[in-house]
């Protein structure tokens, strides 16, 4: 499959507005209302409020969507170009070669740094590492954001791995478009239930695998679509991504509504996802194009750092009614650790995966010859 340049300046937009949605938060603790009147509305408490609420980095959430939409289409796009039979042992080899060589390196250094009195040594400690070690931290409350909160993303993505292989048989016998429109289903149905047993609020039930499998699945039916030179809108995505976008912002206004906004920044995400793969206005190179380029191609290194020391760096840069203008030094000090990160670990560790999976089929290869020559002789 050939690289798709495109790609990597939106995943430098997704990495930048996950940043700076962080930003918010540690430069503005707590600004997100999460509660709604008696009237079940949104408990706006004054100008700022609904600023910090509703400009745009206040929706920058949703960048993650962004980030599994991107996941989906790239995994399903290999698949689609694959001159073979989807191998399993071969699929999760790749995976695990190009997440977990950066995500232990991180993970033991956040998990050190922030246990720095020795507390690491004991069996709540040990629980706790173990768990993110096997990625199934994001299944207990109170191991999900406990080292590096960013990392029950990471979790969630490496159980819908497992689930993959799944989807390619639901695909097989009924389509994309269905095995789509089942896991939306099942992602609705999931919600509903969550609302009704008051499991909502629980961030283990509300950010599961099974309710973000949609999001997903999603960027692997536009996979399918752009593979076969298809449009997902084919009378433009215009006026979808902005019916996303207001949809999003209503459901956030309303208190039942405001379960089901992943679904309508999901669908403004992936209709501005088509329009951008498809456009030509940005055929020419541009610094600005090139620097957020740069971004997207060690975007998983700056993610996987950015967060846990973020707070304090924003308080150390800040400047009283400047303090938003933090951001800059601080994302450049994090861009400049985490860029030899990307080159040294993380690439490093996909090529030797590569060649670790390359020299056990050679091998394999070879035993097969061997034993077909015995069967000669």
Same mark, same amino acid.
């Given at each position: 499959?050939?690289?798709?340049?495109?790609?990597?300046?939106?995943?430098?937009?997704?990495?930048?507005?996950?940043?700076?949605?962080?930003?918010?938060?540690?430069?503005?603790?707590?600004?997100?209302? @999460?509660?709604?009147?008696?009237?079940?509305?949104?408990?706006?408490?004054?100008?700022?409020?609904?600023?910090?609420?509703?400009?745009? #980095?206040?929706?920058?959430?949703?960048?993650?969507?962004?980030?599994?939409?991107?996941?989906?289409?790239? #995994?399903?796009? *290999?698949?689609?170009?694959?001159?073979?039979?989807?191998?399993? /042992?071969?699929?999760?080899?790749?995976?695990?070669?190009?997440?977990?060589?950066?995500?232990?390196?991180?993970?033991?250094?956040?998990?050190?740094?922030?246990?720095?009195?020795?507390?690491?040594?004991?069996?709540?400690?040990?629980?706790?590492?173990?768990?993110?070690?096997?990625?199934?931290?994001?299944?207990? *409350?109170?191991?999900?954001?406990?080292?590096?909160?960013?990392?029950?993303?990471?979790?969630?993505?490496?159980?819908?791995?497992?689930?993959?292989?799944?989807?390619?048989?639901?695909?097989? $016998?009924?389509?994309?478009?269905?095995?789509?429109?089942?896991?939306?289903?099942?992602?609705? /149905?999931?919600? @509903?239930?969550?609302?009704?047993?008051?499991?909502?609020?629980?961030?283990?039930?509300?950010?599961?695998?099974?309710?973000?499998?949609?999001?997903?699945?999603?960027?692997?039916?536009?996979?399918?679509?752009?593979?076969?030179?298809?449009?997902?809108?084919? $009378?433009?995505?215009?006026?979808?991504?902005?019916?996303?976008?207001?949809?999003?912002?209503?459901?956030?206004?309303?208190?039942?509504?405001?379960?089901?906004?992943?679904?309508?920044?999901?669908?403004?995400?992936?209709?501005?996802?088509?329009?951008?793969?498809?456009?030509?206005?940005?055929?020419?190179?541009?610094?600005?194009?090139?620097?957020?380029?740069?971004?997207?191609?060690?975007?998983?290194?700056?993610?996987?750092?950015? @967060?846990?020391?973020?707070?304090?760096?924003?308080?150390?840069?800040?400047?009283?009614?400047?303090?938003?203008?933090?951001?800059?030094?601080?994302?450049?000090?994090?861009?400049? #650790?985490?860029?030899?990160?990307? /080159?040294?670990?993380?690439?490093?560790?996909?090529?030797?995966?590569?060649?670790?999976?390359? *020299?056990?089929?050679?091998?394999?290869?070879?035993?097969?010859?061997?034993? /077909?020559?015995?069967?000669? $002789?």
């Amino acid at each position: 499959m050939n690289h798709i340049k495109k790609v990597d300046i939106l995943r430098g937009l997704a990495l930048l507005a996950v940043f700076l949605f962080h930003s918010q938060e540690s430069l503005f603790p707590n600004f997100e209302v @999460l509660d709604y009147t008696k009237n079940h509305i949104f408990n706006i408490s004054g100008f700022r409020s609904i600023v910090l609420n509703f400009w745009p #980095i206040g929706f920058a959430w949703t960048a993650v969507y962004l980030f599994m939409i991107i996941s989906g289409f790239l #995994i399903h796009l *290999g698949y689609l170009s694959l001159t073979k039979k989807f191998n399993t /042992l071969t699929f999760y080899g790749r995976r695990i070669w190009r997440i977990y060589p950066a995500y232990l390196f991180a993970l033991l250094f956040f998990y050190i740094a922030q246990n720095q009195n020795g507390s690491f040594f004991n069996a709540e400690g040990i629980k706790n590492l173990v768990a993110h070690i096997f990625m199934v931290h994001n299944l207990s *409350g109170k191991y999900m954001y406990s080292i590096n909160p960013v990392f029950w993303s990471l979790a969630l993505e490496m159980q819908i791995y497992f689930i993959y292989p799944l989807l390619l048989i639901l695909r097989k $016998k009924t389509g994309m478009l269905n095995t789509l429109m089942i896991v939306l289903t099942l992602s609705v /149905l999931l919600h @509903l239930i969550g609302i009704y047993f008051n499991l909502e609020p629980k961030a283990v039930y509300r950010k599961s695998a099974l309710m973000y499998l949609f999001v997903w699945c999603a960027g692997a039916f536009f996979a399918e679509k752009f593979y076969y030179k298809e449009k997902i809108f084919p $009378k433009g995505s215009g006026s979808i991504i902005i019916g996303g976008i207001v949809g999003t912002v209503v459901c956030k206004i309303f208190y039942f509504p405001h379960y089901f906004m992943g679904y309508f920044a999901t669908l403004a995400l992936l209709a501005f996802f088509e329009w951008f793969l498809t456009t030509d206005r940005f055929t020419q190179k541009s610094q600005i194009a090139t620097a957020i380029s740069t971004i997207g191609v060690c975007s998983y290194s700056i993610y996987l750092i950015h @967060l846990p020391f973020l707070k304090g760096m924003l308080n150390f840069f800040s400047f009283h009614s400047f303090k938003c203008l933090s951001v800059i030094p601080v994302f450049l000090i994090v861009f400049v #650790i985490a860029y030899p990160m990307y /080159l040294y670990i993380e690439m490093p560790g996909i090529k030797l995966g590569k060649k670790l999976m390359e *020299g056990k089929k050679a091998l394999s290869l070879e035993r097969i010859k061997g034993i /077909l020559v015995m069967i000669r $002789k």
